[in-house]
């Protein structure tokens, strides 16, 4: 499903009432029904919703969601945050509509608020839409804090219209303060902020929902971010000829004393994701302890210092990457100036794809330029988390991942996977992916590993990257349920990927 800004939503809305000539009080009647129809089902003895209005088109789809829950025999208090005289036209209209059937549109006084909360069922947020981009400050704001007090003190349910207030529709940025919401009804297309940032955390339930816009007109919406949802994921059906040599020749490249966990965490999930070979090269110094952690996995010794590996360990790992498919190198590699000179060697001497990880992304970060320079056909995919990446000299200082990790992506020509709640995978043509499995649970040293495994397992036997993320964490998700997010493990992942690549083999 592809995620339109607030710019691509606003066209949409543009060619739907130009062109196919959809008046705009309809588009905004059908998207109020929507949001009215949820409300309604959460609604206990009162019958009564608490709607919170800004003066824009946002606010008019809370006033037209009033006039349909006075229409079904509904009652609600409607509240405008700002001037009466700043309402858009449609808002006006909306008010018109809800004032002839008896209902009122009330100025929000925080500081005399004594009205009907007590007895509201449901709150409805449509202070602000998907054109916020300032802070919200005064009255909106007081809004805004009461709806998250109410929400937390008396456990009424909070519904958003497109996007939660104070959540910048483009980056999941929190302008000043945000509503917390429940759920959110997003109109024709989701919006990236609902799924990235700190939009993620304000969000609830995302439900998106037709509002009326010609069905070719969606078609045809060519945005650049994609939503990583179930029906895109997929796994091709083996050949019944498939052996070994054909589903993936696999080199993992690091380890180090005191971090042999790691490689055999990817090792195992590049296996358990379909790989047919994968070879480990390890220090020698933990070689021993790194064999008997692998059965299936086939680990070798490589020259070390100090339990890292040096300079001498490179003309091996090259004789070795003649015959892969793709190279994996960082899991518990650990520092040093050897490996930084040995992680840049090979990026430059790369003949398959490389996925760089962990302390592989550390030695790159202090040679960037290696990577400009090696700039060839084959995929470099980088997987670094928030540090890391900034690291590597991302920008998150803004506060747009997505963003920050499509500019990366598309400077030095590599496709990136900056993880996190909501992981972005970017592409150098300026695409870019947002994932939508994954939890808590997975924060623990090991997770990282596991899904480098994966996703060089994908490189080995091509597919995309992106089933691999998603994949991830649908077995993270599966993990929690039955271990609870406390308990769970990355070896966990790894044990419930067999049923999740089962459901996806197309």
């Not at 949820?38 to 919170?52: P, V």
């Not at 996007?163 to 980056?171: K, M, P, R």
């Not at 040599?245 to 042999?260: E, F, M, N, P, Q």
Request: proline content about 5%; overall charge negative.
């Amino acid at each position: 499903m592809k995620l339109a800004t607030a710019a691509e939503m606003r066209e949409l809305d543009r060619l739907a009432i130009e062109q196919a000539g959809i008046p705009s009080t309809t588009l905004m009647t059908n998207a109020a029904a929507h949001v009215a129809d949820l409300a309604k089902t959460l609604m206990a003895e009162h019958r009564h919703a608490l709607i919170f209005c800004g003066s824009g088109n946002n606010g008019g789809d809370g006033i037209a969601a009033a006039v349909a829950f006075m229409k079904a025999g509904y009652t609600a208090s409607v509240y405008l945050v700002t001037d009466r005289a700043k309402l858009s036209p449609d808002a006006a209209e909306m008010t018109r509509r809800l004032e002839e059937l008896g209902g009122e549109l009330e100025i929000f006084d925080p500081a005399h608020f004594v009205n009907l909360y007590y007895s509201a069922d449901v709150i409805i947020d449509a202070i602000f839409g998907i054109g916020l981009n300032t802070e919200v400050r005064g009255t909106p704001k007081a809004a805004v804090d009461l709806i998250n007090t109410l929400k937390d003190t008396r456990n009424i349910p909070v519904i958003s219209a497109d996007v939660a207030s104070g959540i910048e529709a483009d980056s999941g940025r929190v302008l000043g303060t945000a509503v917390r919401a429940d759920y959110t009804v997003t109109f024709t297309l989701p919006k990236p902020g609902s799924f990235v940032g700190q939009g993620i955390l304000h969000a609830g339930e995302v439900r998106v929902v037709d509002i009326g816009i010609p069905e070719e007109m969606v078609k045809g919406f060519v945005g650049k971010t994609t939503l990583i949802t179930a029906d895109r994921v997929g796994l091709s059906v083996r050949p019944r000829d498939m052996h070994k040599g054909r589903a993936g020749k696999l080199l993992l490249i690091g380890g180090s004393v005191g971090y042999t966990g790691a490689l055999t965490l990817a090792a195992k999930a590049a296996l358990r994701s379909g790989a047919g070979l994968v070879f480990m090269g390890v220090p020698e110094a933990i070689y021993p302890v790194v064999a008997a952690q692998n059965l299936e996995a086939m680990p070798f010794p490589l020259p070390c210092i100090d339990g890292k590996l040096n300079n001498e360990a490179l003309p091996l790992i090259l004789e070795r990457m003649q015959n892969i498919d793709a190279l994996l190198i960082g899991p518990g590699l650990g520092q040093s100036s050897e490996i930084d000179e040995l992680v840049c060697a090979l990026i430059r001497a790369a003949n398959v794809p490389i996925v760089l990880d962990a302390d592989g992304l550390n030695a790159l970060s202090r040679h960037i330029h290696v990577l400009d320079e090696a700039r060839t056909a084959l995929p470099f995919i980088l997987t670094p988390h928030d540090g890391e990446f900034t690291r590597l000299g991302g920008d998150l200082s803004h506060g747009d991942r997505l963003k920050a990790a499509r500019d990366f992506a598309v400077r030095h020509k590599c496709t990136l996977v900056l993880k996190g709640p909501g992981t972005i995978i970017a592409t150098e043509s300026g695409h870019a992916f947002v994932n939508t499995t994954g939890n808590p649970g997975m924060a623990t040293g090991g997770s990282g590993d596991v899904l480098a495994g994966m996703i060089a397992a994908r490189c080995g036997f091509p597919g995309p990257i992106f089933t691999a993320v998603w994949a991830h964490g649908r077995a993270g998700d599966l993990a929690a349920q039955a271990l609870g997010e406390y308990s769970m493990l990355p070896s966990d992942v790894i044990d419930y990927l067999p049923e999740v690549l089962k459901q996806i083999v197309r």
